[in-house]
């Protein structure tokens, strides 16, 4: 059984102590919940991707308290520091060339030879991760090919029953995962997954980033479908169907029992935390599909965007 708990110290010390132990943990974040095993510990990240019901080894982000947690695992040129300095704690993950002795176990890198680290903004995260003292792996705690949890009441209903400890953080502020970006050798800046922090906020600290387009070796999770709910979704929907949940976005849109607004005030921010709960609750309502309404590109655009291209199957 798992053991819940609201945020406090004890709570903290639960997760850590489980963490320790080799379990696994519900772990808020400000992006999405997270399922968390030490990522030192081969065995608790093979019991991250059993629980998931992941068909294959996806890498997955090593998460520290802090610059010098990441330091310890990966190397940071100018344009990490930097962007590490501006986003840091926060929803920006960096896959960087290993540092000597990374203690990052193979499997939680599906044995490539860089890793992808985030310093989480979430203050719970944040307590887990200081007390630890050492790096968290932790994917979506969704099952795979579902929507990442954004509630407590979804991460334990998604993977809860493989945990040693669940932590209640609330509703995650950011609603959608990290921005991921590989600053690699000689390589220009890539962005891999679009997401909290947005193209616009990292072109401005350093210069033009290259689309990652559908490259499998640098992100080989990137081939998975994920986000998929039951009801099939269709995308840039003006008008929707009598029988179909609609997730509008702004002003003036329809209202109805079936229809749900990411943002009235057409604030991409709210849209994006709103995301992943409307989806699953327009899938609640058993309608014949999902239709959603066109999303600007521009700001968290790319990345609500991206994920609603997933959710309706265009992505592989
Ligand atoms: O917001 C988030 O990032 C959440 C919270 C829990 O922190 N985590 C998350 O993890 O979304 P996950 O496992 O669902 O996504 C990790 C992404 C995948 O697309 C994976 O392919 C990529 O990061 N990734 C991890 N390590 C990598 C590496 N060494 N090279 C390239 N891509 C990597
Ligand atoms: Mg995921």
Known sequence: MTPSASGNGDGVETAAAALARGDLVILPTETVYG????ARNSQAVARIFEAKGRPRFNPLIAHVADIDGAHALGRLDQRAE???DAF??????LVLPLANDCPVCDLARAGLDSVAV???AHPMARAVLKAFGAPVAAPSANRSGRPSPTTYADAVA???SATGAALDGGPCAVGLESTVLALLPGEPARLLRPGGIAREEIEALIGPLLQAGDDARRSPGRLALHYAPEAPVRLNVATPGEDE?????GAGASTGALVLNLSPSGDLREAAANLFAYLRAADRLKPAAIAVAPIPMH???EA???RLARAAGFVG
Request: charged share 15%.
């Open 299 to 301: 700001g968290l655009g």
């Open 158 to 160: 998604e993977t809860g």
């Open 82 to 84: 930097r962007l590490a």
């Open 304 to 306: 609500i965007n991206d």
């Open 118 to 120: 985030r310093a989480p």
């Open 35 to 38: 399922l968390a095993a030490d």
């Open 88 to 93: 840091w704690p926060g929803p920006l993950t």
């Open 245 to 249: 949940a609609f997730l509008a976005f």
